[in-house]
């Protein structure tokens, strides 16, 4: 089975300042790794995806994130948010089967103007 | 491409009273479909998962009595909650997905109130 860690419940940053949203899986076999965002009454969004290759992954909107396999960590990461990427954020690990995805509890990021 | 519909987006139903909640996947086939629960500021909690023409997987503690789930069609799942309660006031959220890319596609969510 596969388990998520999202360390951070929630995470305030001033407008245009970086921001890291950290991600850790425990799984005993290889995995697919995704992000997910969720606006307030929407439900969620595929932000960005690793399956394979490079271990860096772009989404249109500025985020990426790195698939580390020796830290099993799959860390969200944007260089200068805005406003409207306040949402709530969701790491999530399946096995290569898709059969089931285990999702972190989220973490809600807060951007301040 | 990839789109996936619930309806209704929203519902008011009182206490005893059964609700039906559709899952659509309007561009593509669903060989499966998933259906999750949310709490107030929480994750997803995977309640079932089906297969078109099979019966439902239920997750440990979800009763299946109570959350019955048909997914009779390629395009379609449907999750109807039975004498439902104050308890189950919830967001539903279904997803779907095909062979091969492995990725869920997320409906919009089905907020539910009972009174």
């Known amino acids: 089975a596969q388990s998520v860690t999202q360390l951070d419940s929630q995470v305030p940053v001033f407008e245009e300042a970086p921001v890291e949203l950290r991600c850790n899986y425990s799984s005993s076999v290889s995995v697919y790794l995704f992000w997910y965002v969720q606006y307030p009454n929407q439900g969620l969004q595929l932000l960005l995806k690793y399956l394979s290759g490079s271990t860096l992954v772009e989404s249109i909107n500025g985020f990426e994130a790195e698939f580390n396999k020796s830290q099993t960590s799959f860390h969200l990461r944007k260089p200068s948010v805005h406003i409207s990427d306040t949402a709530e954020y969701f790491c999530?690990?399946?096995?290569?089967?898709?059969?089931?995805?285990?999702f972190g509890t989220g973490t809600s990021l807060t951007v301040i103007p | 491409g990839a789109v996936v519909s619930q309806h209704p987006s929203w519902v008011i139903c009182k206490s005893g009273t059964s609700v039906k909640i559709e899952c659509r996947s309007l561009d593509f086939q669903a060989t499966t479909m998933f259906w999750y629960r949310q709490f107030p500021k929480q994750s997803l909690m995977l309640m079932a998962t089906?297969?078109?023409?099979?019966?439902?997987?239920?997750e440990q503690g979800v009763e299946k009595d109570k959350f019955l789930i048909n997914h009779a069609s390629l395009t379609l799942s449907t999750l109807t909650v039975t004498s439902a309660h104050p308890e189950d006031s919830s967001f539903y959220i279904c997803?779907?997905?095909?062979?091969?890319?492995?990725?869920?596609?997320f409906g919009p969510g089905t907020r539910l109130t009972v009174t």
């Open positions: 997803s779907a997905r095909t062979q091969g890319p492995y990725e869920q596609y």
């Open positions: 999530a690990v399946s096995d290569h089967a898709g059969n089931q995805f285990y």
């Open positions: 089906s297969n078109e023409g099979s019966k439902a997987t239920y």
